[in-house]
C-alpha cells in the first residue's frame, strides 16, 4: 500500500499518479466489481442505478486512508482562488469514444464531481499515452466524524478518501453522439413533458395518468409546478395525504399538475407546451403552487399574457423559487449546482433520489462532453443571465402573491464546513440561502414591479432546519399555504 509523500512528490497508485503536498495517508486501487472496491465505497444501490442510466463504467477507485494533513504554504496545491489545498491525480485518459470524471469523497461523506483541468502527452517506460490532469479540492476532516456511514443515500463510507475514476461513452445507443445535446435527448425520454392527476392515493407515485381538460375548466384549478431535476411526485411526495386529501375538497377535485423538462427547455418552452394542451376558446382559472424553478414557470404564467393568453393565475405560493436567481446557476458555478444537488442527496436521501441523481449525472456528463449549451433550462435561473434579466422587468399583471422562503445552516459537521467552504463564500456572498436559492431572492423586489416584493411572506430561521428540498415536510409550510389559498 503506497505512503502519500507530504512533500509533493508524485506516487504511483494502480493507474494513477497522485500528488499531495502536504496530506500524509496510505493509498490503495481497487479494480472494478470487486470485492475490495465494493468494501471501500459502500455505494448504494441509488448511485449504481443512476450511473448504469448513463451507461458509466468504473475504471478504478483509489482509496486513501489514515490522512493527516501538514500545511505549508511553501508545498500546498492550490487552485487560483480555492480556500482549501488539493490533491492531483494524473490519469490514463480514455480513447475518443469515451469521456472521463473522477467523483471524490471526503472523509465525512462529502461528494464532488471533477474533470480534467488538462490533458497533455505523458512518456512512460513503454509508450507515450495521453493524461488527464484532476485538482481535487480535499478538506480537513471534522471532529468527531459524522453519523454513521449507512445512513447515507449515495455512498456510506466515511472516514476515508475516495476517488472514483469513471468513463462515460460519447455514442448513446438511443440518441447517438452525445453532444451539447445530451440533457436535452435525455430529458426527452426520461423527463416528458406532462399533465397529470394529484390524488391522494397517487400524488407520490412515478406515474403519468393523464387529466381531463375539459373537467379542470368547469372551476378554478389549483396546479403544482416542480423545480429542477424534478418530477411531481419526487418534488412534493413529502405531503401528508391528509393535505392533498384537503386541496381535493377545496378545488372540488380539479388539482393537477405539470411535468416538464428542467435542464434543456427555459420556462417560456415549458408554458408553451402547457397552453397547447389547452383550448384557445375559454380560460383556464387556477392557483398554482409551485417549488424550485417552477416559480419562474408560475410567472410566465401569470405576467406574461402572451405567452399564456387563457390561462388565469389568482394566487400563486413561490415556495423557495429563484425569482431573483440563484448564483449557482452562474457559468462559473454550475459545478457546485451539481456538487450541492449530489450532497443534499446523500446527506438526505429522499424517495425521489435515483430519479433526482440520474438527472444530476445528465448533467455531470453534458459538462464531460461539451459546455453549458443545451442547458438553457438551468441556466434560465442565471442571475446575469437574459432570460432572468427579461423575466423581471416591470409587469402590468396584478395576482396575489405568496412566498415561502428558508435561511438553513447544516448540522452534519461535513455538509457544514462544504456549505462554508465551498457556497456561502464563493457563491452566495456570504448571504442567507437555502442551499440552492438566496433567502431573500424569493420575495425580494427583482424590477417586476408592481408584483414584488412579495409582502405576505414567511421565511424560515436557520434554527428551524428547512432546506430546499424539504420544505412540504414541514408543518408551517402547509399551515401557510392552507392560509393564503383558502
Known amino acids: ?182 440533457a436535452s435527448h435525455w430529458e426527452a425520454r426520461n423527463r416528458p413533458y406532462a399533465l397529470r392527476s394529484f390524488r391522494p392515493e397517487s400524488f407520490s407515485q412515478s406515474l403519468a395518468d393523464g387529466i381531463d381538460v375539459s373537467e379542470l375548466m368547469k372551476g378554478r384549478a389549483l396546479l403544482m409546478i416542480h423545480g429542477t431535476f424534478s418530477h411531481t411526485h419526487s418534488a412534493f411526495g413529502g405531503l401528508p395525504r391528509s393535505f392533498v386529501e384537503t386541496l381535493q375538497e377545496m378545488y372540488g377535485g380539479r388539482v393537477f399538475a405539470f411535468d416538464h423538462p428542467t435542464m434543456s427547455e427555459d420556462p417560456t418552452e415549458n408554458v408553451a407546451w402547457f397552453t397547447a394542451h389547452f383550448p384557445a376558446t375559454a380560460p383556464l382559472n387556477v392557483d398554482v403552487i409551485c417549488h424550485s424553478r417552477g416559480g419562474l414557470v408560475t410567472r410566465v404564467l401569470a405576467e406574461h399574457p402572451t405567452a399564456a393568453p387563457m390561462i388565469n393565475v389568482r394566487r400563486a405560493v413561490f415556495v423557495a423559487a429563484p425569482n431573483s436567481g440563484t448564483a449557482l446557476a452562474d457559468d462559473k458555478h454550475m459545478g457546485d449546482f451539481i456538487d450541492t444537488y449530489t450532497n443534499v442527496l446523500n446527506f438526505f436521501p429522499d424517495n425521489g433520489v435515483t430519479e433526482t441523481l440520474e438527472a444530476v449525472i445528465a448533467v455531470v456528463k453534458q459538462l464531460a462532453v461539451s459546455s453549458l449549451k443545451g442547458l438553457t433550462g438551468l441556466q434560465s435561473m442565471n442571475p446575469k443571465g437574459g432570460y432572468l434579466r427579461g423575466l423581471n422587468a416591470a409587469v402590468t399583471a396584478t395576482r396575489d402573491y405568496f412566498a415561502l422562503a428558508s435561511d438553513y445552516e447544516p448540522n452534519d459537521e461535513g455538509l457544514k464546513m462544504f456549505v462554508a467552504n465551498r457556497l456561502i463564500d464563493r457563491v452566495f456572498d456570504r448571504k442567507g440561502n437555502d442551499l440552492v436559492v438566496p433567502t431573500e431572492g424569493v420575495y425580494a423586489n427583482n424590477g417586476a414591479t408592481p408584483l414584488f416584493p412579495i409582502a405576505t411572506r414567511h421565511s424560515f430561521e436557520q434554527k428551524e432546519g428547512v432546506m430546499h428540498t424539504r420544505f412540504f415536510e414541514n408543518a408551517v409550510t402547509r399551515e401557510k399555504i392552507m392560509e393564503w389559498l383558502r
Open 1 to 182: 500500500m503506497p505512503a502519500l509523500n507530504p512533500n509533493g512528490s508524485p506516487i504511483k497508485v494502480g493507474r494513477g499518479t497522485l500528488r499531495t503536498p502536504g496530506l500524509s495517508g496510505d493509498a490503495q486501487a481497487h479494480s472494478p466489481a470487486t470485492a475490495e472496491m465494493r468494501s471501500a465505497e459502500m455505494t448504494m444501490e441509488s448511485l449504481d442505478r443512476a450511473l448504469d442510466a448513463h451507461a458509466a463504467m468504473p475504471q478504478e477507485s483509489i482509496e486513501i486512508t489514515n490522512t493527516m494533513e501538514h500545511h505549508d504554504p511553501l508545498t500546498d496545491l492550490r487552485s487560483a482562488g480555492s480556500a482549501e489545498p488539493e490533491i492531483e491525480l494524473q490519469y490514463p485518459a480514455p480513447n475518443e469514444d469515451y469521456t472521463q470524471v473522477v467523483m471524490a469523497v471526503d472523509e465525512a461523506g462529502v461528494i464532488t464531481w471533477n474533470f480534467p483541468v488538462a490533458t497533455e502527452q505523458v512518456a512512460d517506460a513503454a509508450r507515450g499515452e495521453a493524461m488527464n490532469t484532476y485538482r481535487i479540492r480535499r478538506t480537513t476532516p471534522p471532529t468527531p466524524l459524522p453519523e454513521a456511514a449507512e445512513t447515507r443515500g449515495v455512498v456510506g463510507a466515511i472516514g476515508k478518501k475516495l476517488l472514483k475514476v469513471l468513463v462515460f461513452p460519447l455514442i448513446d445507443p438511443l440518441i447517438g453522439a452525445a453532444a451539447e445535446r445530451y
